[in-house]
């Protein structure tokens, strides 16, 4: 099983429970309907990764996304994650109205930055992630159309959580295809405080 740094310590997720269609502008930018319900899919936990693959089969595209770790009844830490993404499998998939874990649940598909604690999900959090010192993506929870709050309520309606599990929130628009060679940065930020950044180079 895989594990993800939170502080100075290791845990273990069971899953990856990840939010699609949650910006409006990154909708816009797909081509996507704003759906009339939350879109929900999970990742194992043999997707968490730490190196960032151009290819997997075919060529793969970031998200960069707010994740949040699960523990005790609510969300007690935060990193910015990837969620790589197959697009023209997922788009196969899509046209024919069958599930997305072959484009979206795939080893080393979950990236994630070390997790660091929070009291509290405040609404100015936000994410951005350069790539070769360009901003590409930015996003904050304000724009959600699901906060993480109600992102956690749904998902207690049908699944039980368990300790150290991960919720992705859904990604901002700007995504792209993962170039061999370029530089990722993602951050975390409140305020204007970079709480936590992480950096890949893809390979």
Same mark, same amino acid.
């Given at each position: 099983?895989?594990?993800?740094?939170?502080?100075?310590?290791?845990?273990?997720?069971?899953?990856? &429970?990840?939010?699609?269609?949650?910006?409006?502008?990154?909708?816009?930018?797909?081509?996507?309907?704003?759906?009339?319900?939350?879109?929900?899919?999970?990742?194992?936990?043999?997707? &968490?990764?730490?190196?960032?693959?151009?290819?997997?089969?075919?060529?793969?595209?970031?998200?960069?996304?707010?994740?949040?770790?699960?523990?005790?009844?609510?969300?007690?830490?935060?990193?910015?994650?990837?969620?790589?993404?197959?697009?023209?499998?997922?788009?196969?998939?899509?046209?024919?109205?069958?599930?997305?874990?072959?484009?979206?649940?795939?080893?080393?598909?979950?990236?994630?930055?070390?997790?660091?604690?929070?009291?509290?999900?405040?609404?100015?959090?936000?994410?951005?992630?350069? &790539?070769?010192?360009?901003?590409?993506?930015?996003?904050?929870?304000?724009?959600?159309?699901?906060?993480?709050?109600? &992102?956690?309520?749904?998902?207690?309606?049908?699944?039980?959580?368990?300790?150290?599990?991960?919720?992705?929130?859904?990604?901002?628009?700007?995504?792209?295809?993962?170039?061999?060679?370029?530089?990722?940065?993602?951050?975390?930020?409140?305020?204007?405080?970079?709480?936590?950044?992480?950096?890949?180079?893809?390979?």
């Amino acid at each position: 099983m895989k594990s993800v740094k939170v502080d100075t310590g290791y845990i273990t997720p069971s899953k990856v &429970i990840c939010v699609g269609r949650n910006y409006a502008s990154h909708i816009r930018e797909l081509g996507n309907e704003i759906p009339d319900d939350m879109v929900l899919f999970m990742k194992p936990n043999a997707a &968490i990764g730490h190196q960032l693959n151009a290819k997997h089969q075919e060529t793969l595209h970031y998200e960069a996304e707010l994740c949040f770790m699960y523990q005790q009844g609510e969300f007690c830490a935060v990193a910015i994650g990837l969620d790589l993404t197959k697009r023209a499998l997922q788009s196969q998939l899509k046209t024919k109205g069958l599930p997305w874990e072959r484009a979206k649940a795939f080893t080393d598909s979950a990236l994630f930055s070390d997790f660091v604690t929070l009291d509290s999900v405040d609404e100015n959090l936000a994410l951005e992630l350069h &790539i070769n010192g360009e901003c590409r993506q930015s996003g904050a929870i304000a724009m959600m159309l699901y906060s993480p709050q109600a &992102i956690l309520k749904e998902i207690q309606s049908f699944i039980e959580l368990e300790d150290g599990d991960i919720i992705m929130t859904g990604t901002p628009a700007g995504v792209g295809e993962v170039v061999a060679g370029d530089l990722f940065e993602g951050r975390v930020l409140l305020h204007d405080t970079v709480l936590v950044t992480k950096q890949w180079r893809a390979s």
